[in-house]
T-cell receptor, first 114, second 117 residues
Framework: ETGVTQTPRHLVMGMTNKKSLKCEQH?????MYWYKQSAKKPLELMFV???????ENNSVPSRFSPECPNSSHLFLHLHTLQPEDSALYLC?????????????FGAGTRLSVL | AQKITQTQPGMFVQEKEAVTLDCTYD???????LFWYKQPSSGEMIFLIY??????QNATEGRYSLNFQKARKSANLVISASQLGDSAMYFC??????????????FGKGNQVVVIP
């Protein structure tokens, strides 16, 4: 138990659906991250939020829309996804937004886009 | 260009034996950090150990130790006395600072380890 909880754990959606991924951390951290993990590829950083402000958008398509209402919660809103978006989406948090701090990860949401 | 290289194929390790996982990195920064994470089949990425570039001693954390060879730009993970629960993917990561950007972690592709009884 790392203190970072992601829901749902599994999600199947059609290309026209709208869904949201949720991440919650109980570590008192101020930075939160979204990563995408595809088969046989390194982990890809998508977004970084530091003290609720987005500090990094790694050229992510607009069909992925993050939201960070407070330092403990992070959402990833999904709409009109493509089959190539199927992957494991991991959320992480750290003390602040400097990568010098250890990032603690959730168990991920495994997304399948049909 | 890939910053973190993990090239070993999947490894089978006898229980109670030690295993070394290779990681080489590429950076021109003087100050950087190296991390190892474990990812079991459940999906969660679990932090194992950290080594700072200025740390003179190799990092150790329980059964995990990091063999840091700065001149060779390698940061190999050694797991001693393997246990069945060590079966997982292992990822090496490096803190990098891209030009004009924020500090971020760059991950390798991972090493698969299977511990057999």
């Amino acid at each position: 138990e790392t203190g970072v909880t992601q829901t749902p754990r599994h999600l199947v959606m059609g290309m026209t659906n709208k869904k949201s991924l949720k991440c919650e951390q109980h570590l008192g951290h101020n930075a939160m991250y979204w990563y995408k993990q595809s088969a046989k590829k390194p982990l890809e950083l998508m977004f970084v939020y530091n003290f609720k402000e987005q500090t990094e958008n790694n050229s992510v398509p607009s069909r992925f829309s993050p939201e960070c209402p407070n330092s403990s919660h992070l959402f990833l809103h999904l709409h009109t996804l493509q089959p190539e978006d199927s992957a494991l989406y991991l959320c992480a948090s750290s003390k602040d937004g400097t990568a010098a701090n250890i990032q603690y990860f959730g168990a991920g949401t495994r997304l399948s886009v049909l | 260009a890939q910053k973190i290289t993990q090239t070993q194929p999947g490894m089978f390790v006898q229980e109670k034996e030690a295993v070394t996982l290779d990681c080489t990195y590429d950076t021109s920064d003087q100050s950087y950090g190296l991390f190892w994470y474990k990812q079991p089949s459940s999906g969660e990425m679990i932090f194992l150990i950290y080594q700072g570039s200025y740390d003179e001693q190799n990092a150790t954390e329980g059964r995990y130790s990091l063999n840091f060879q700065k001149a060779r730009k390698s940061a190999n993970l050694v797991i001693s006395a393997s246990q069945l629960g060590d079966s997982a993917m292992y990822f090496c990561a490096m803190r990098e600072h891209p030009p004009g950007g924020n500090n971020r972690l760059a991950f390798g592709k991972g090493n698969q380890v299977v511990v057999i009884p």
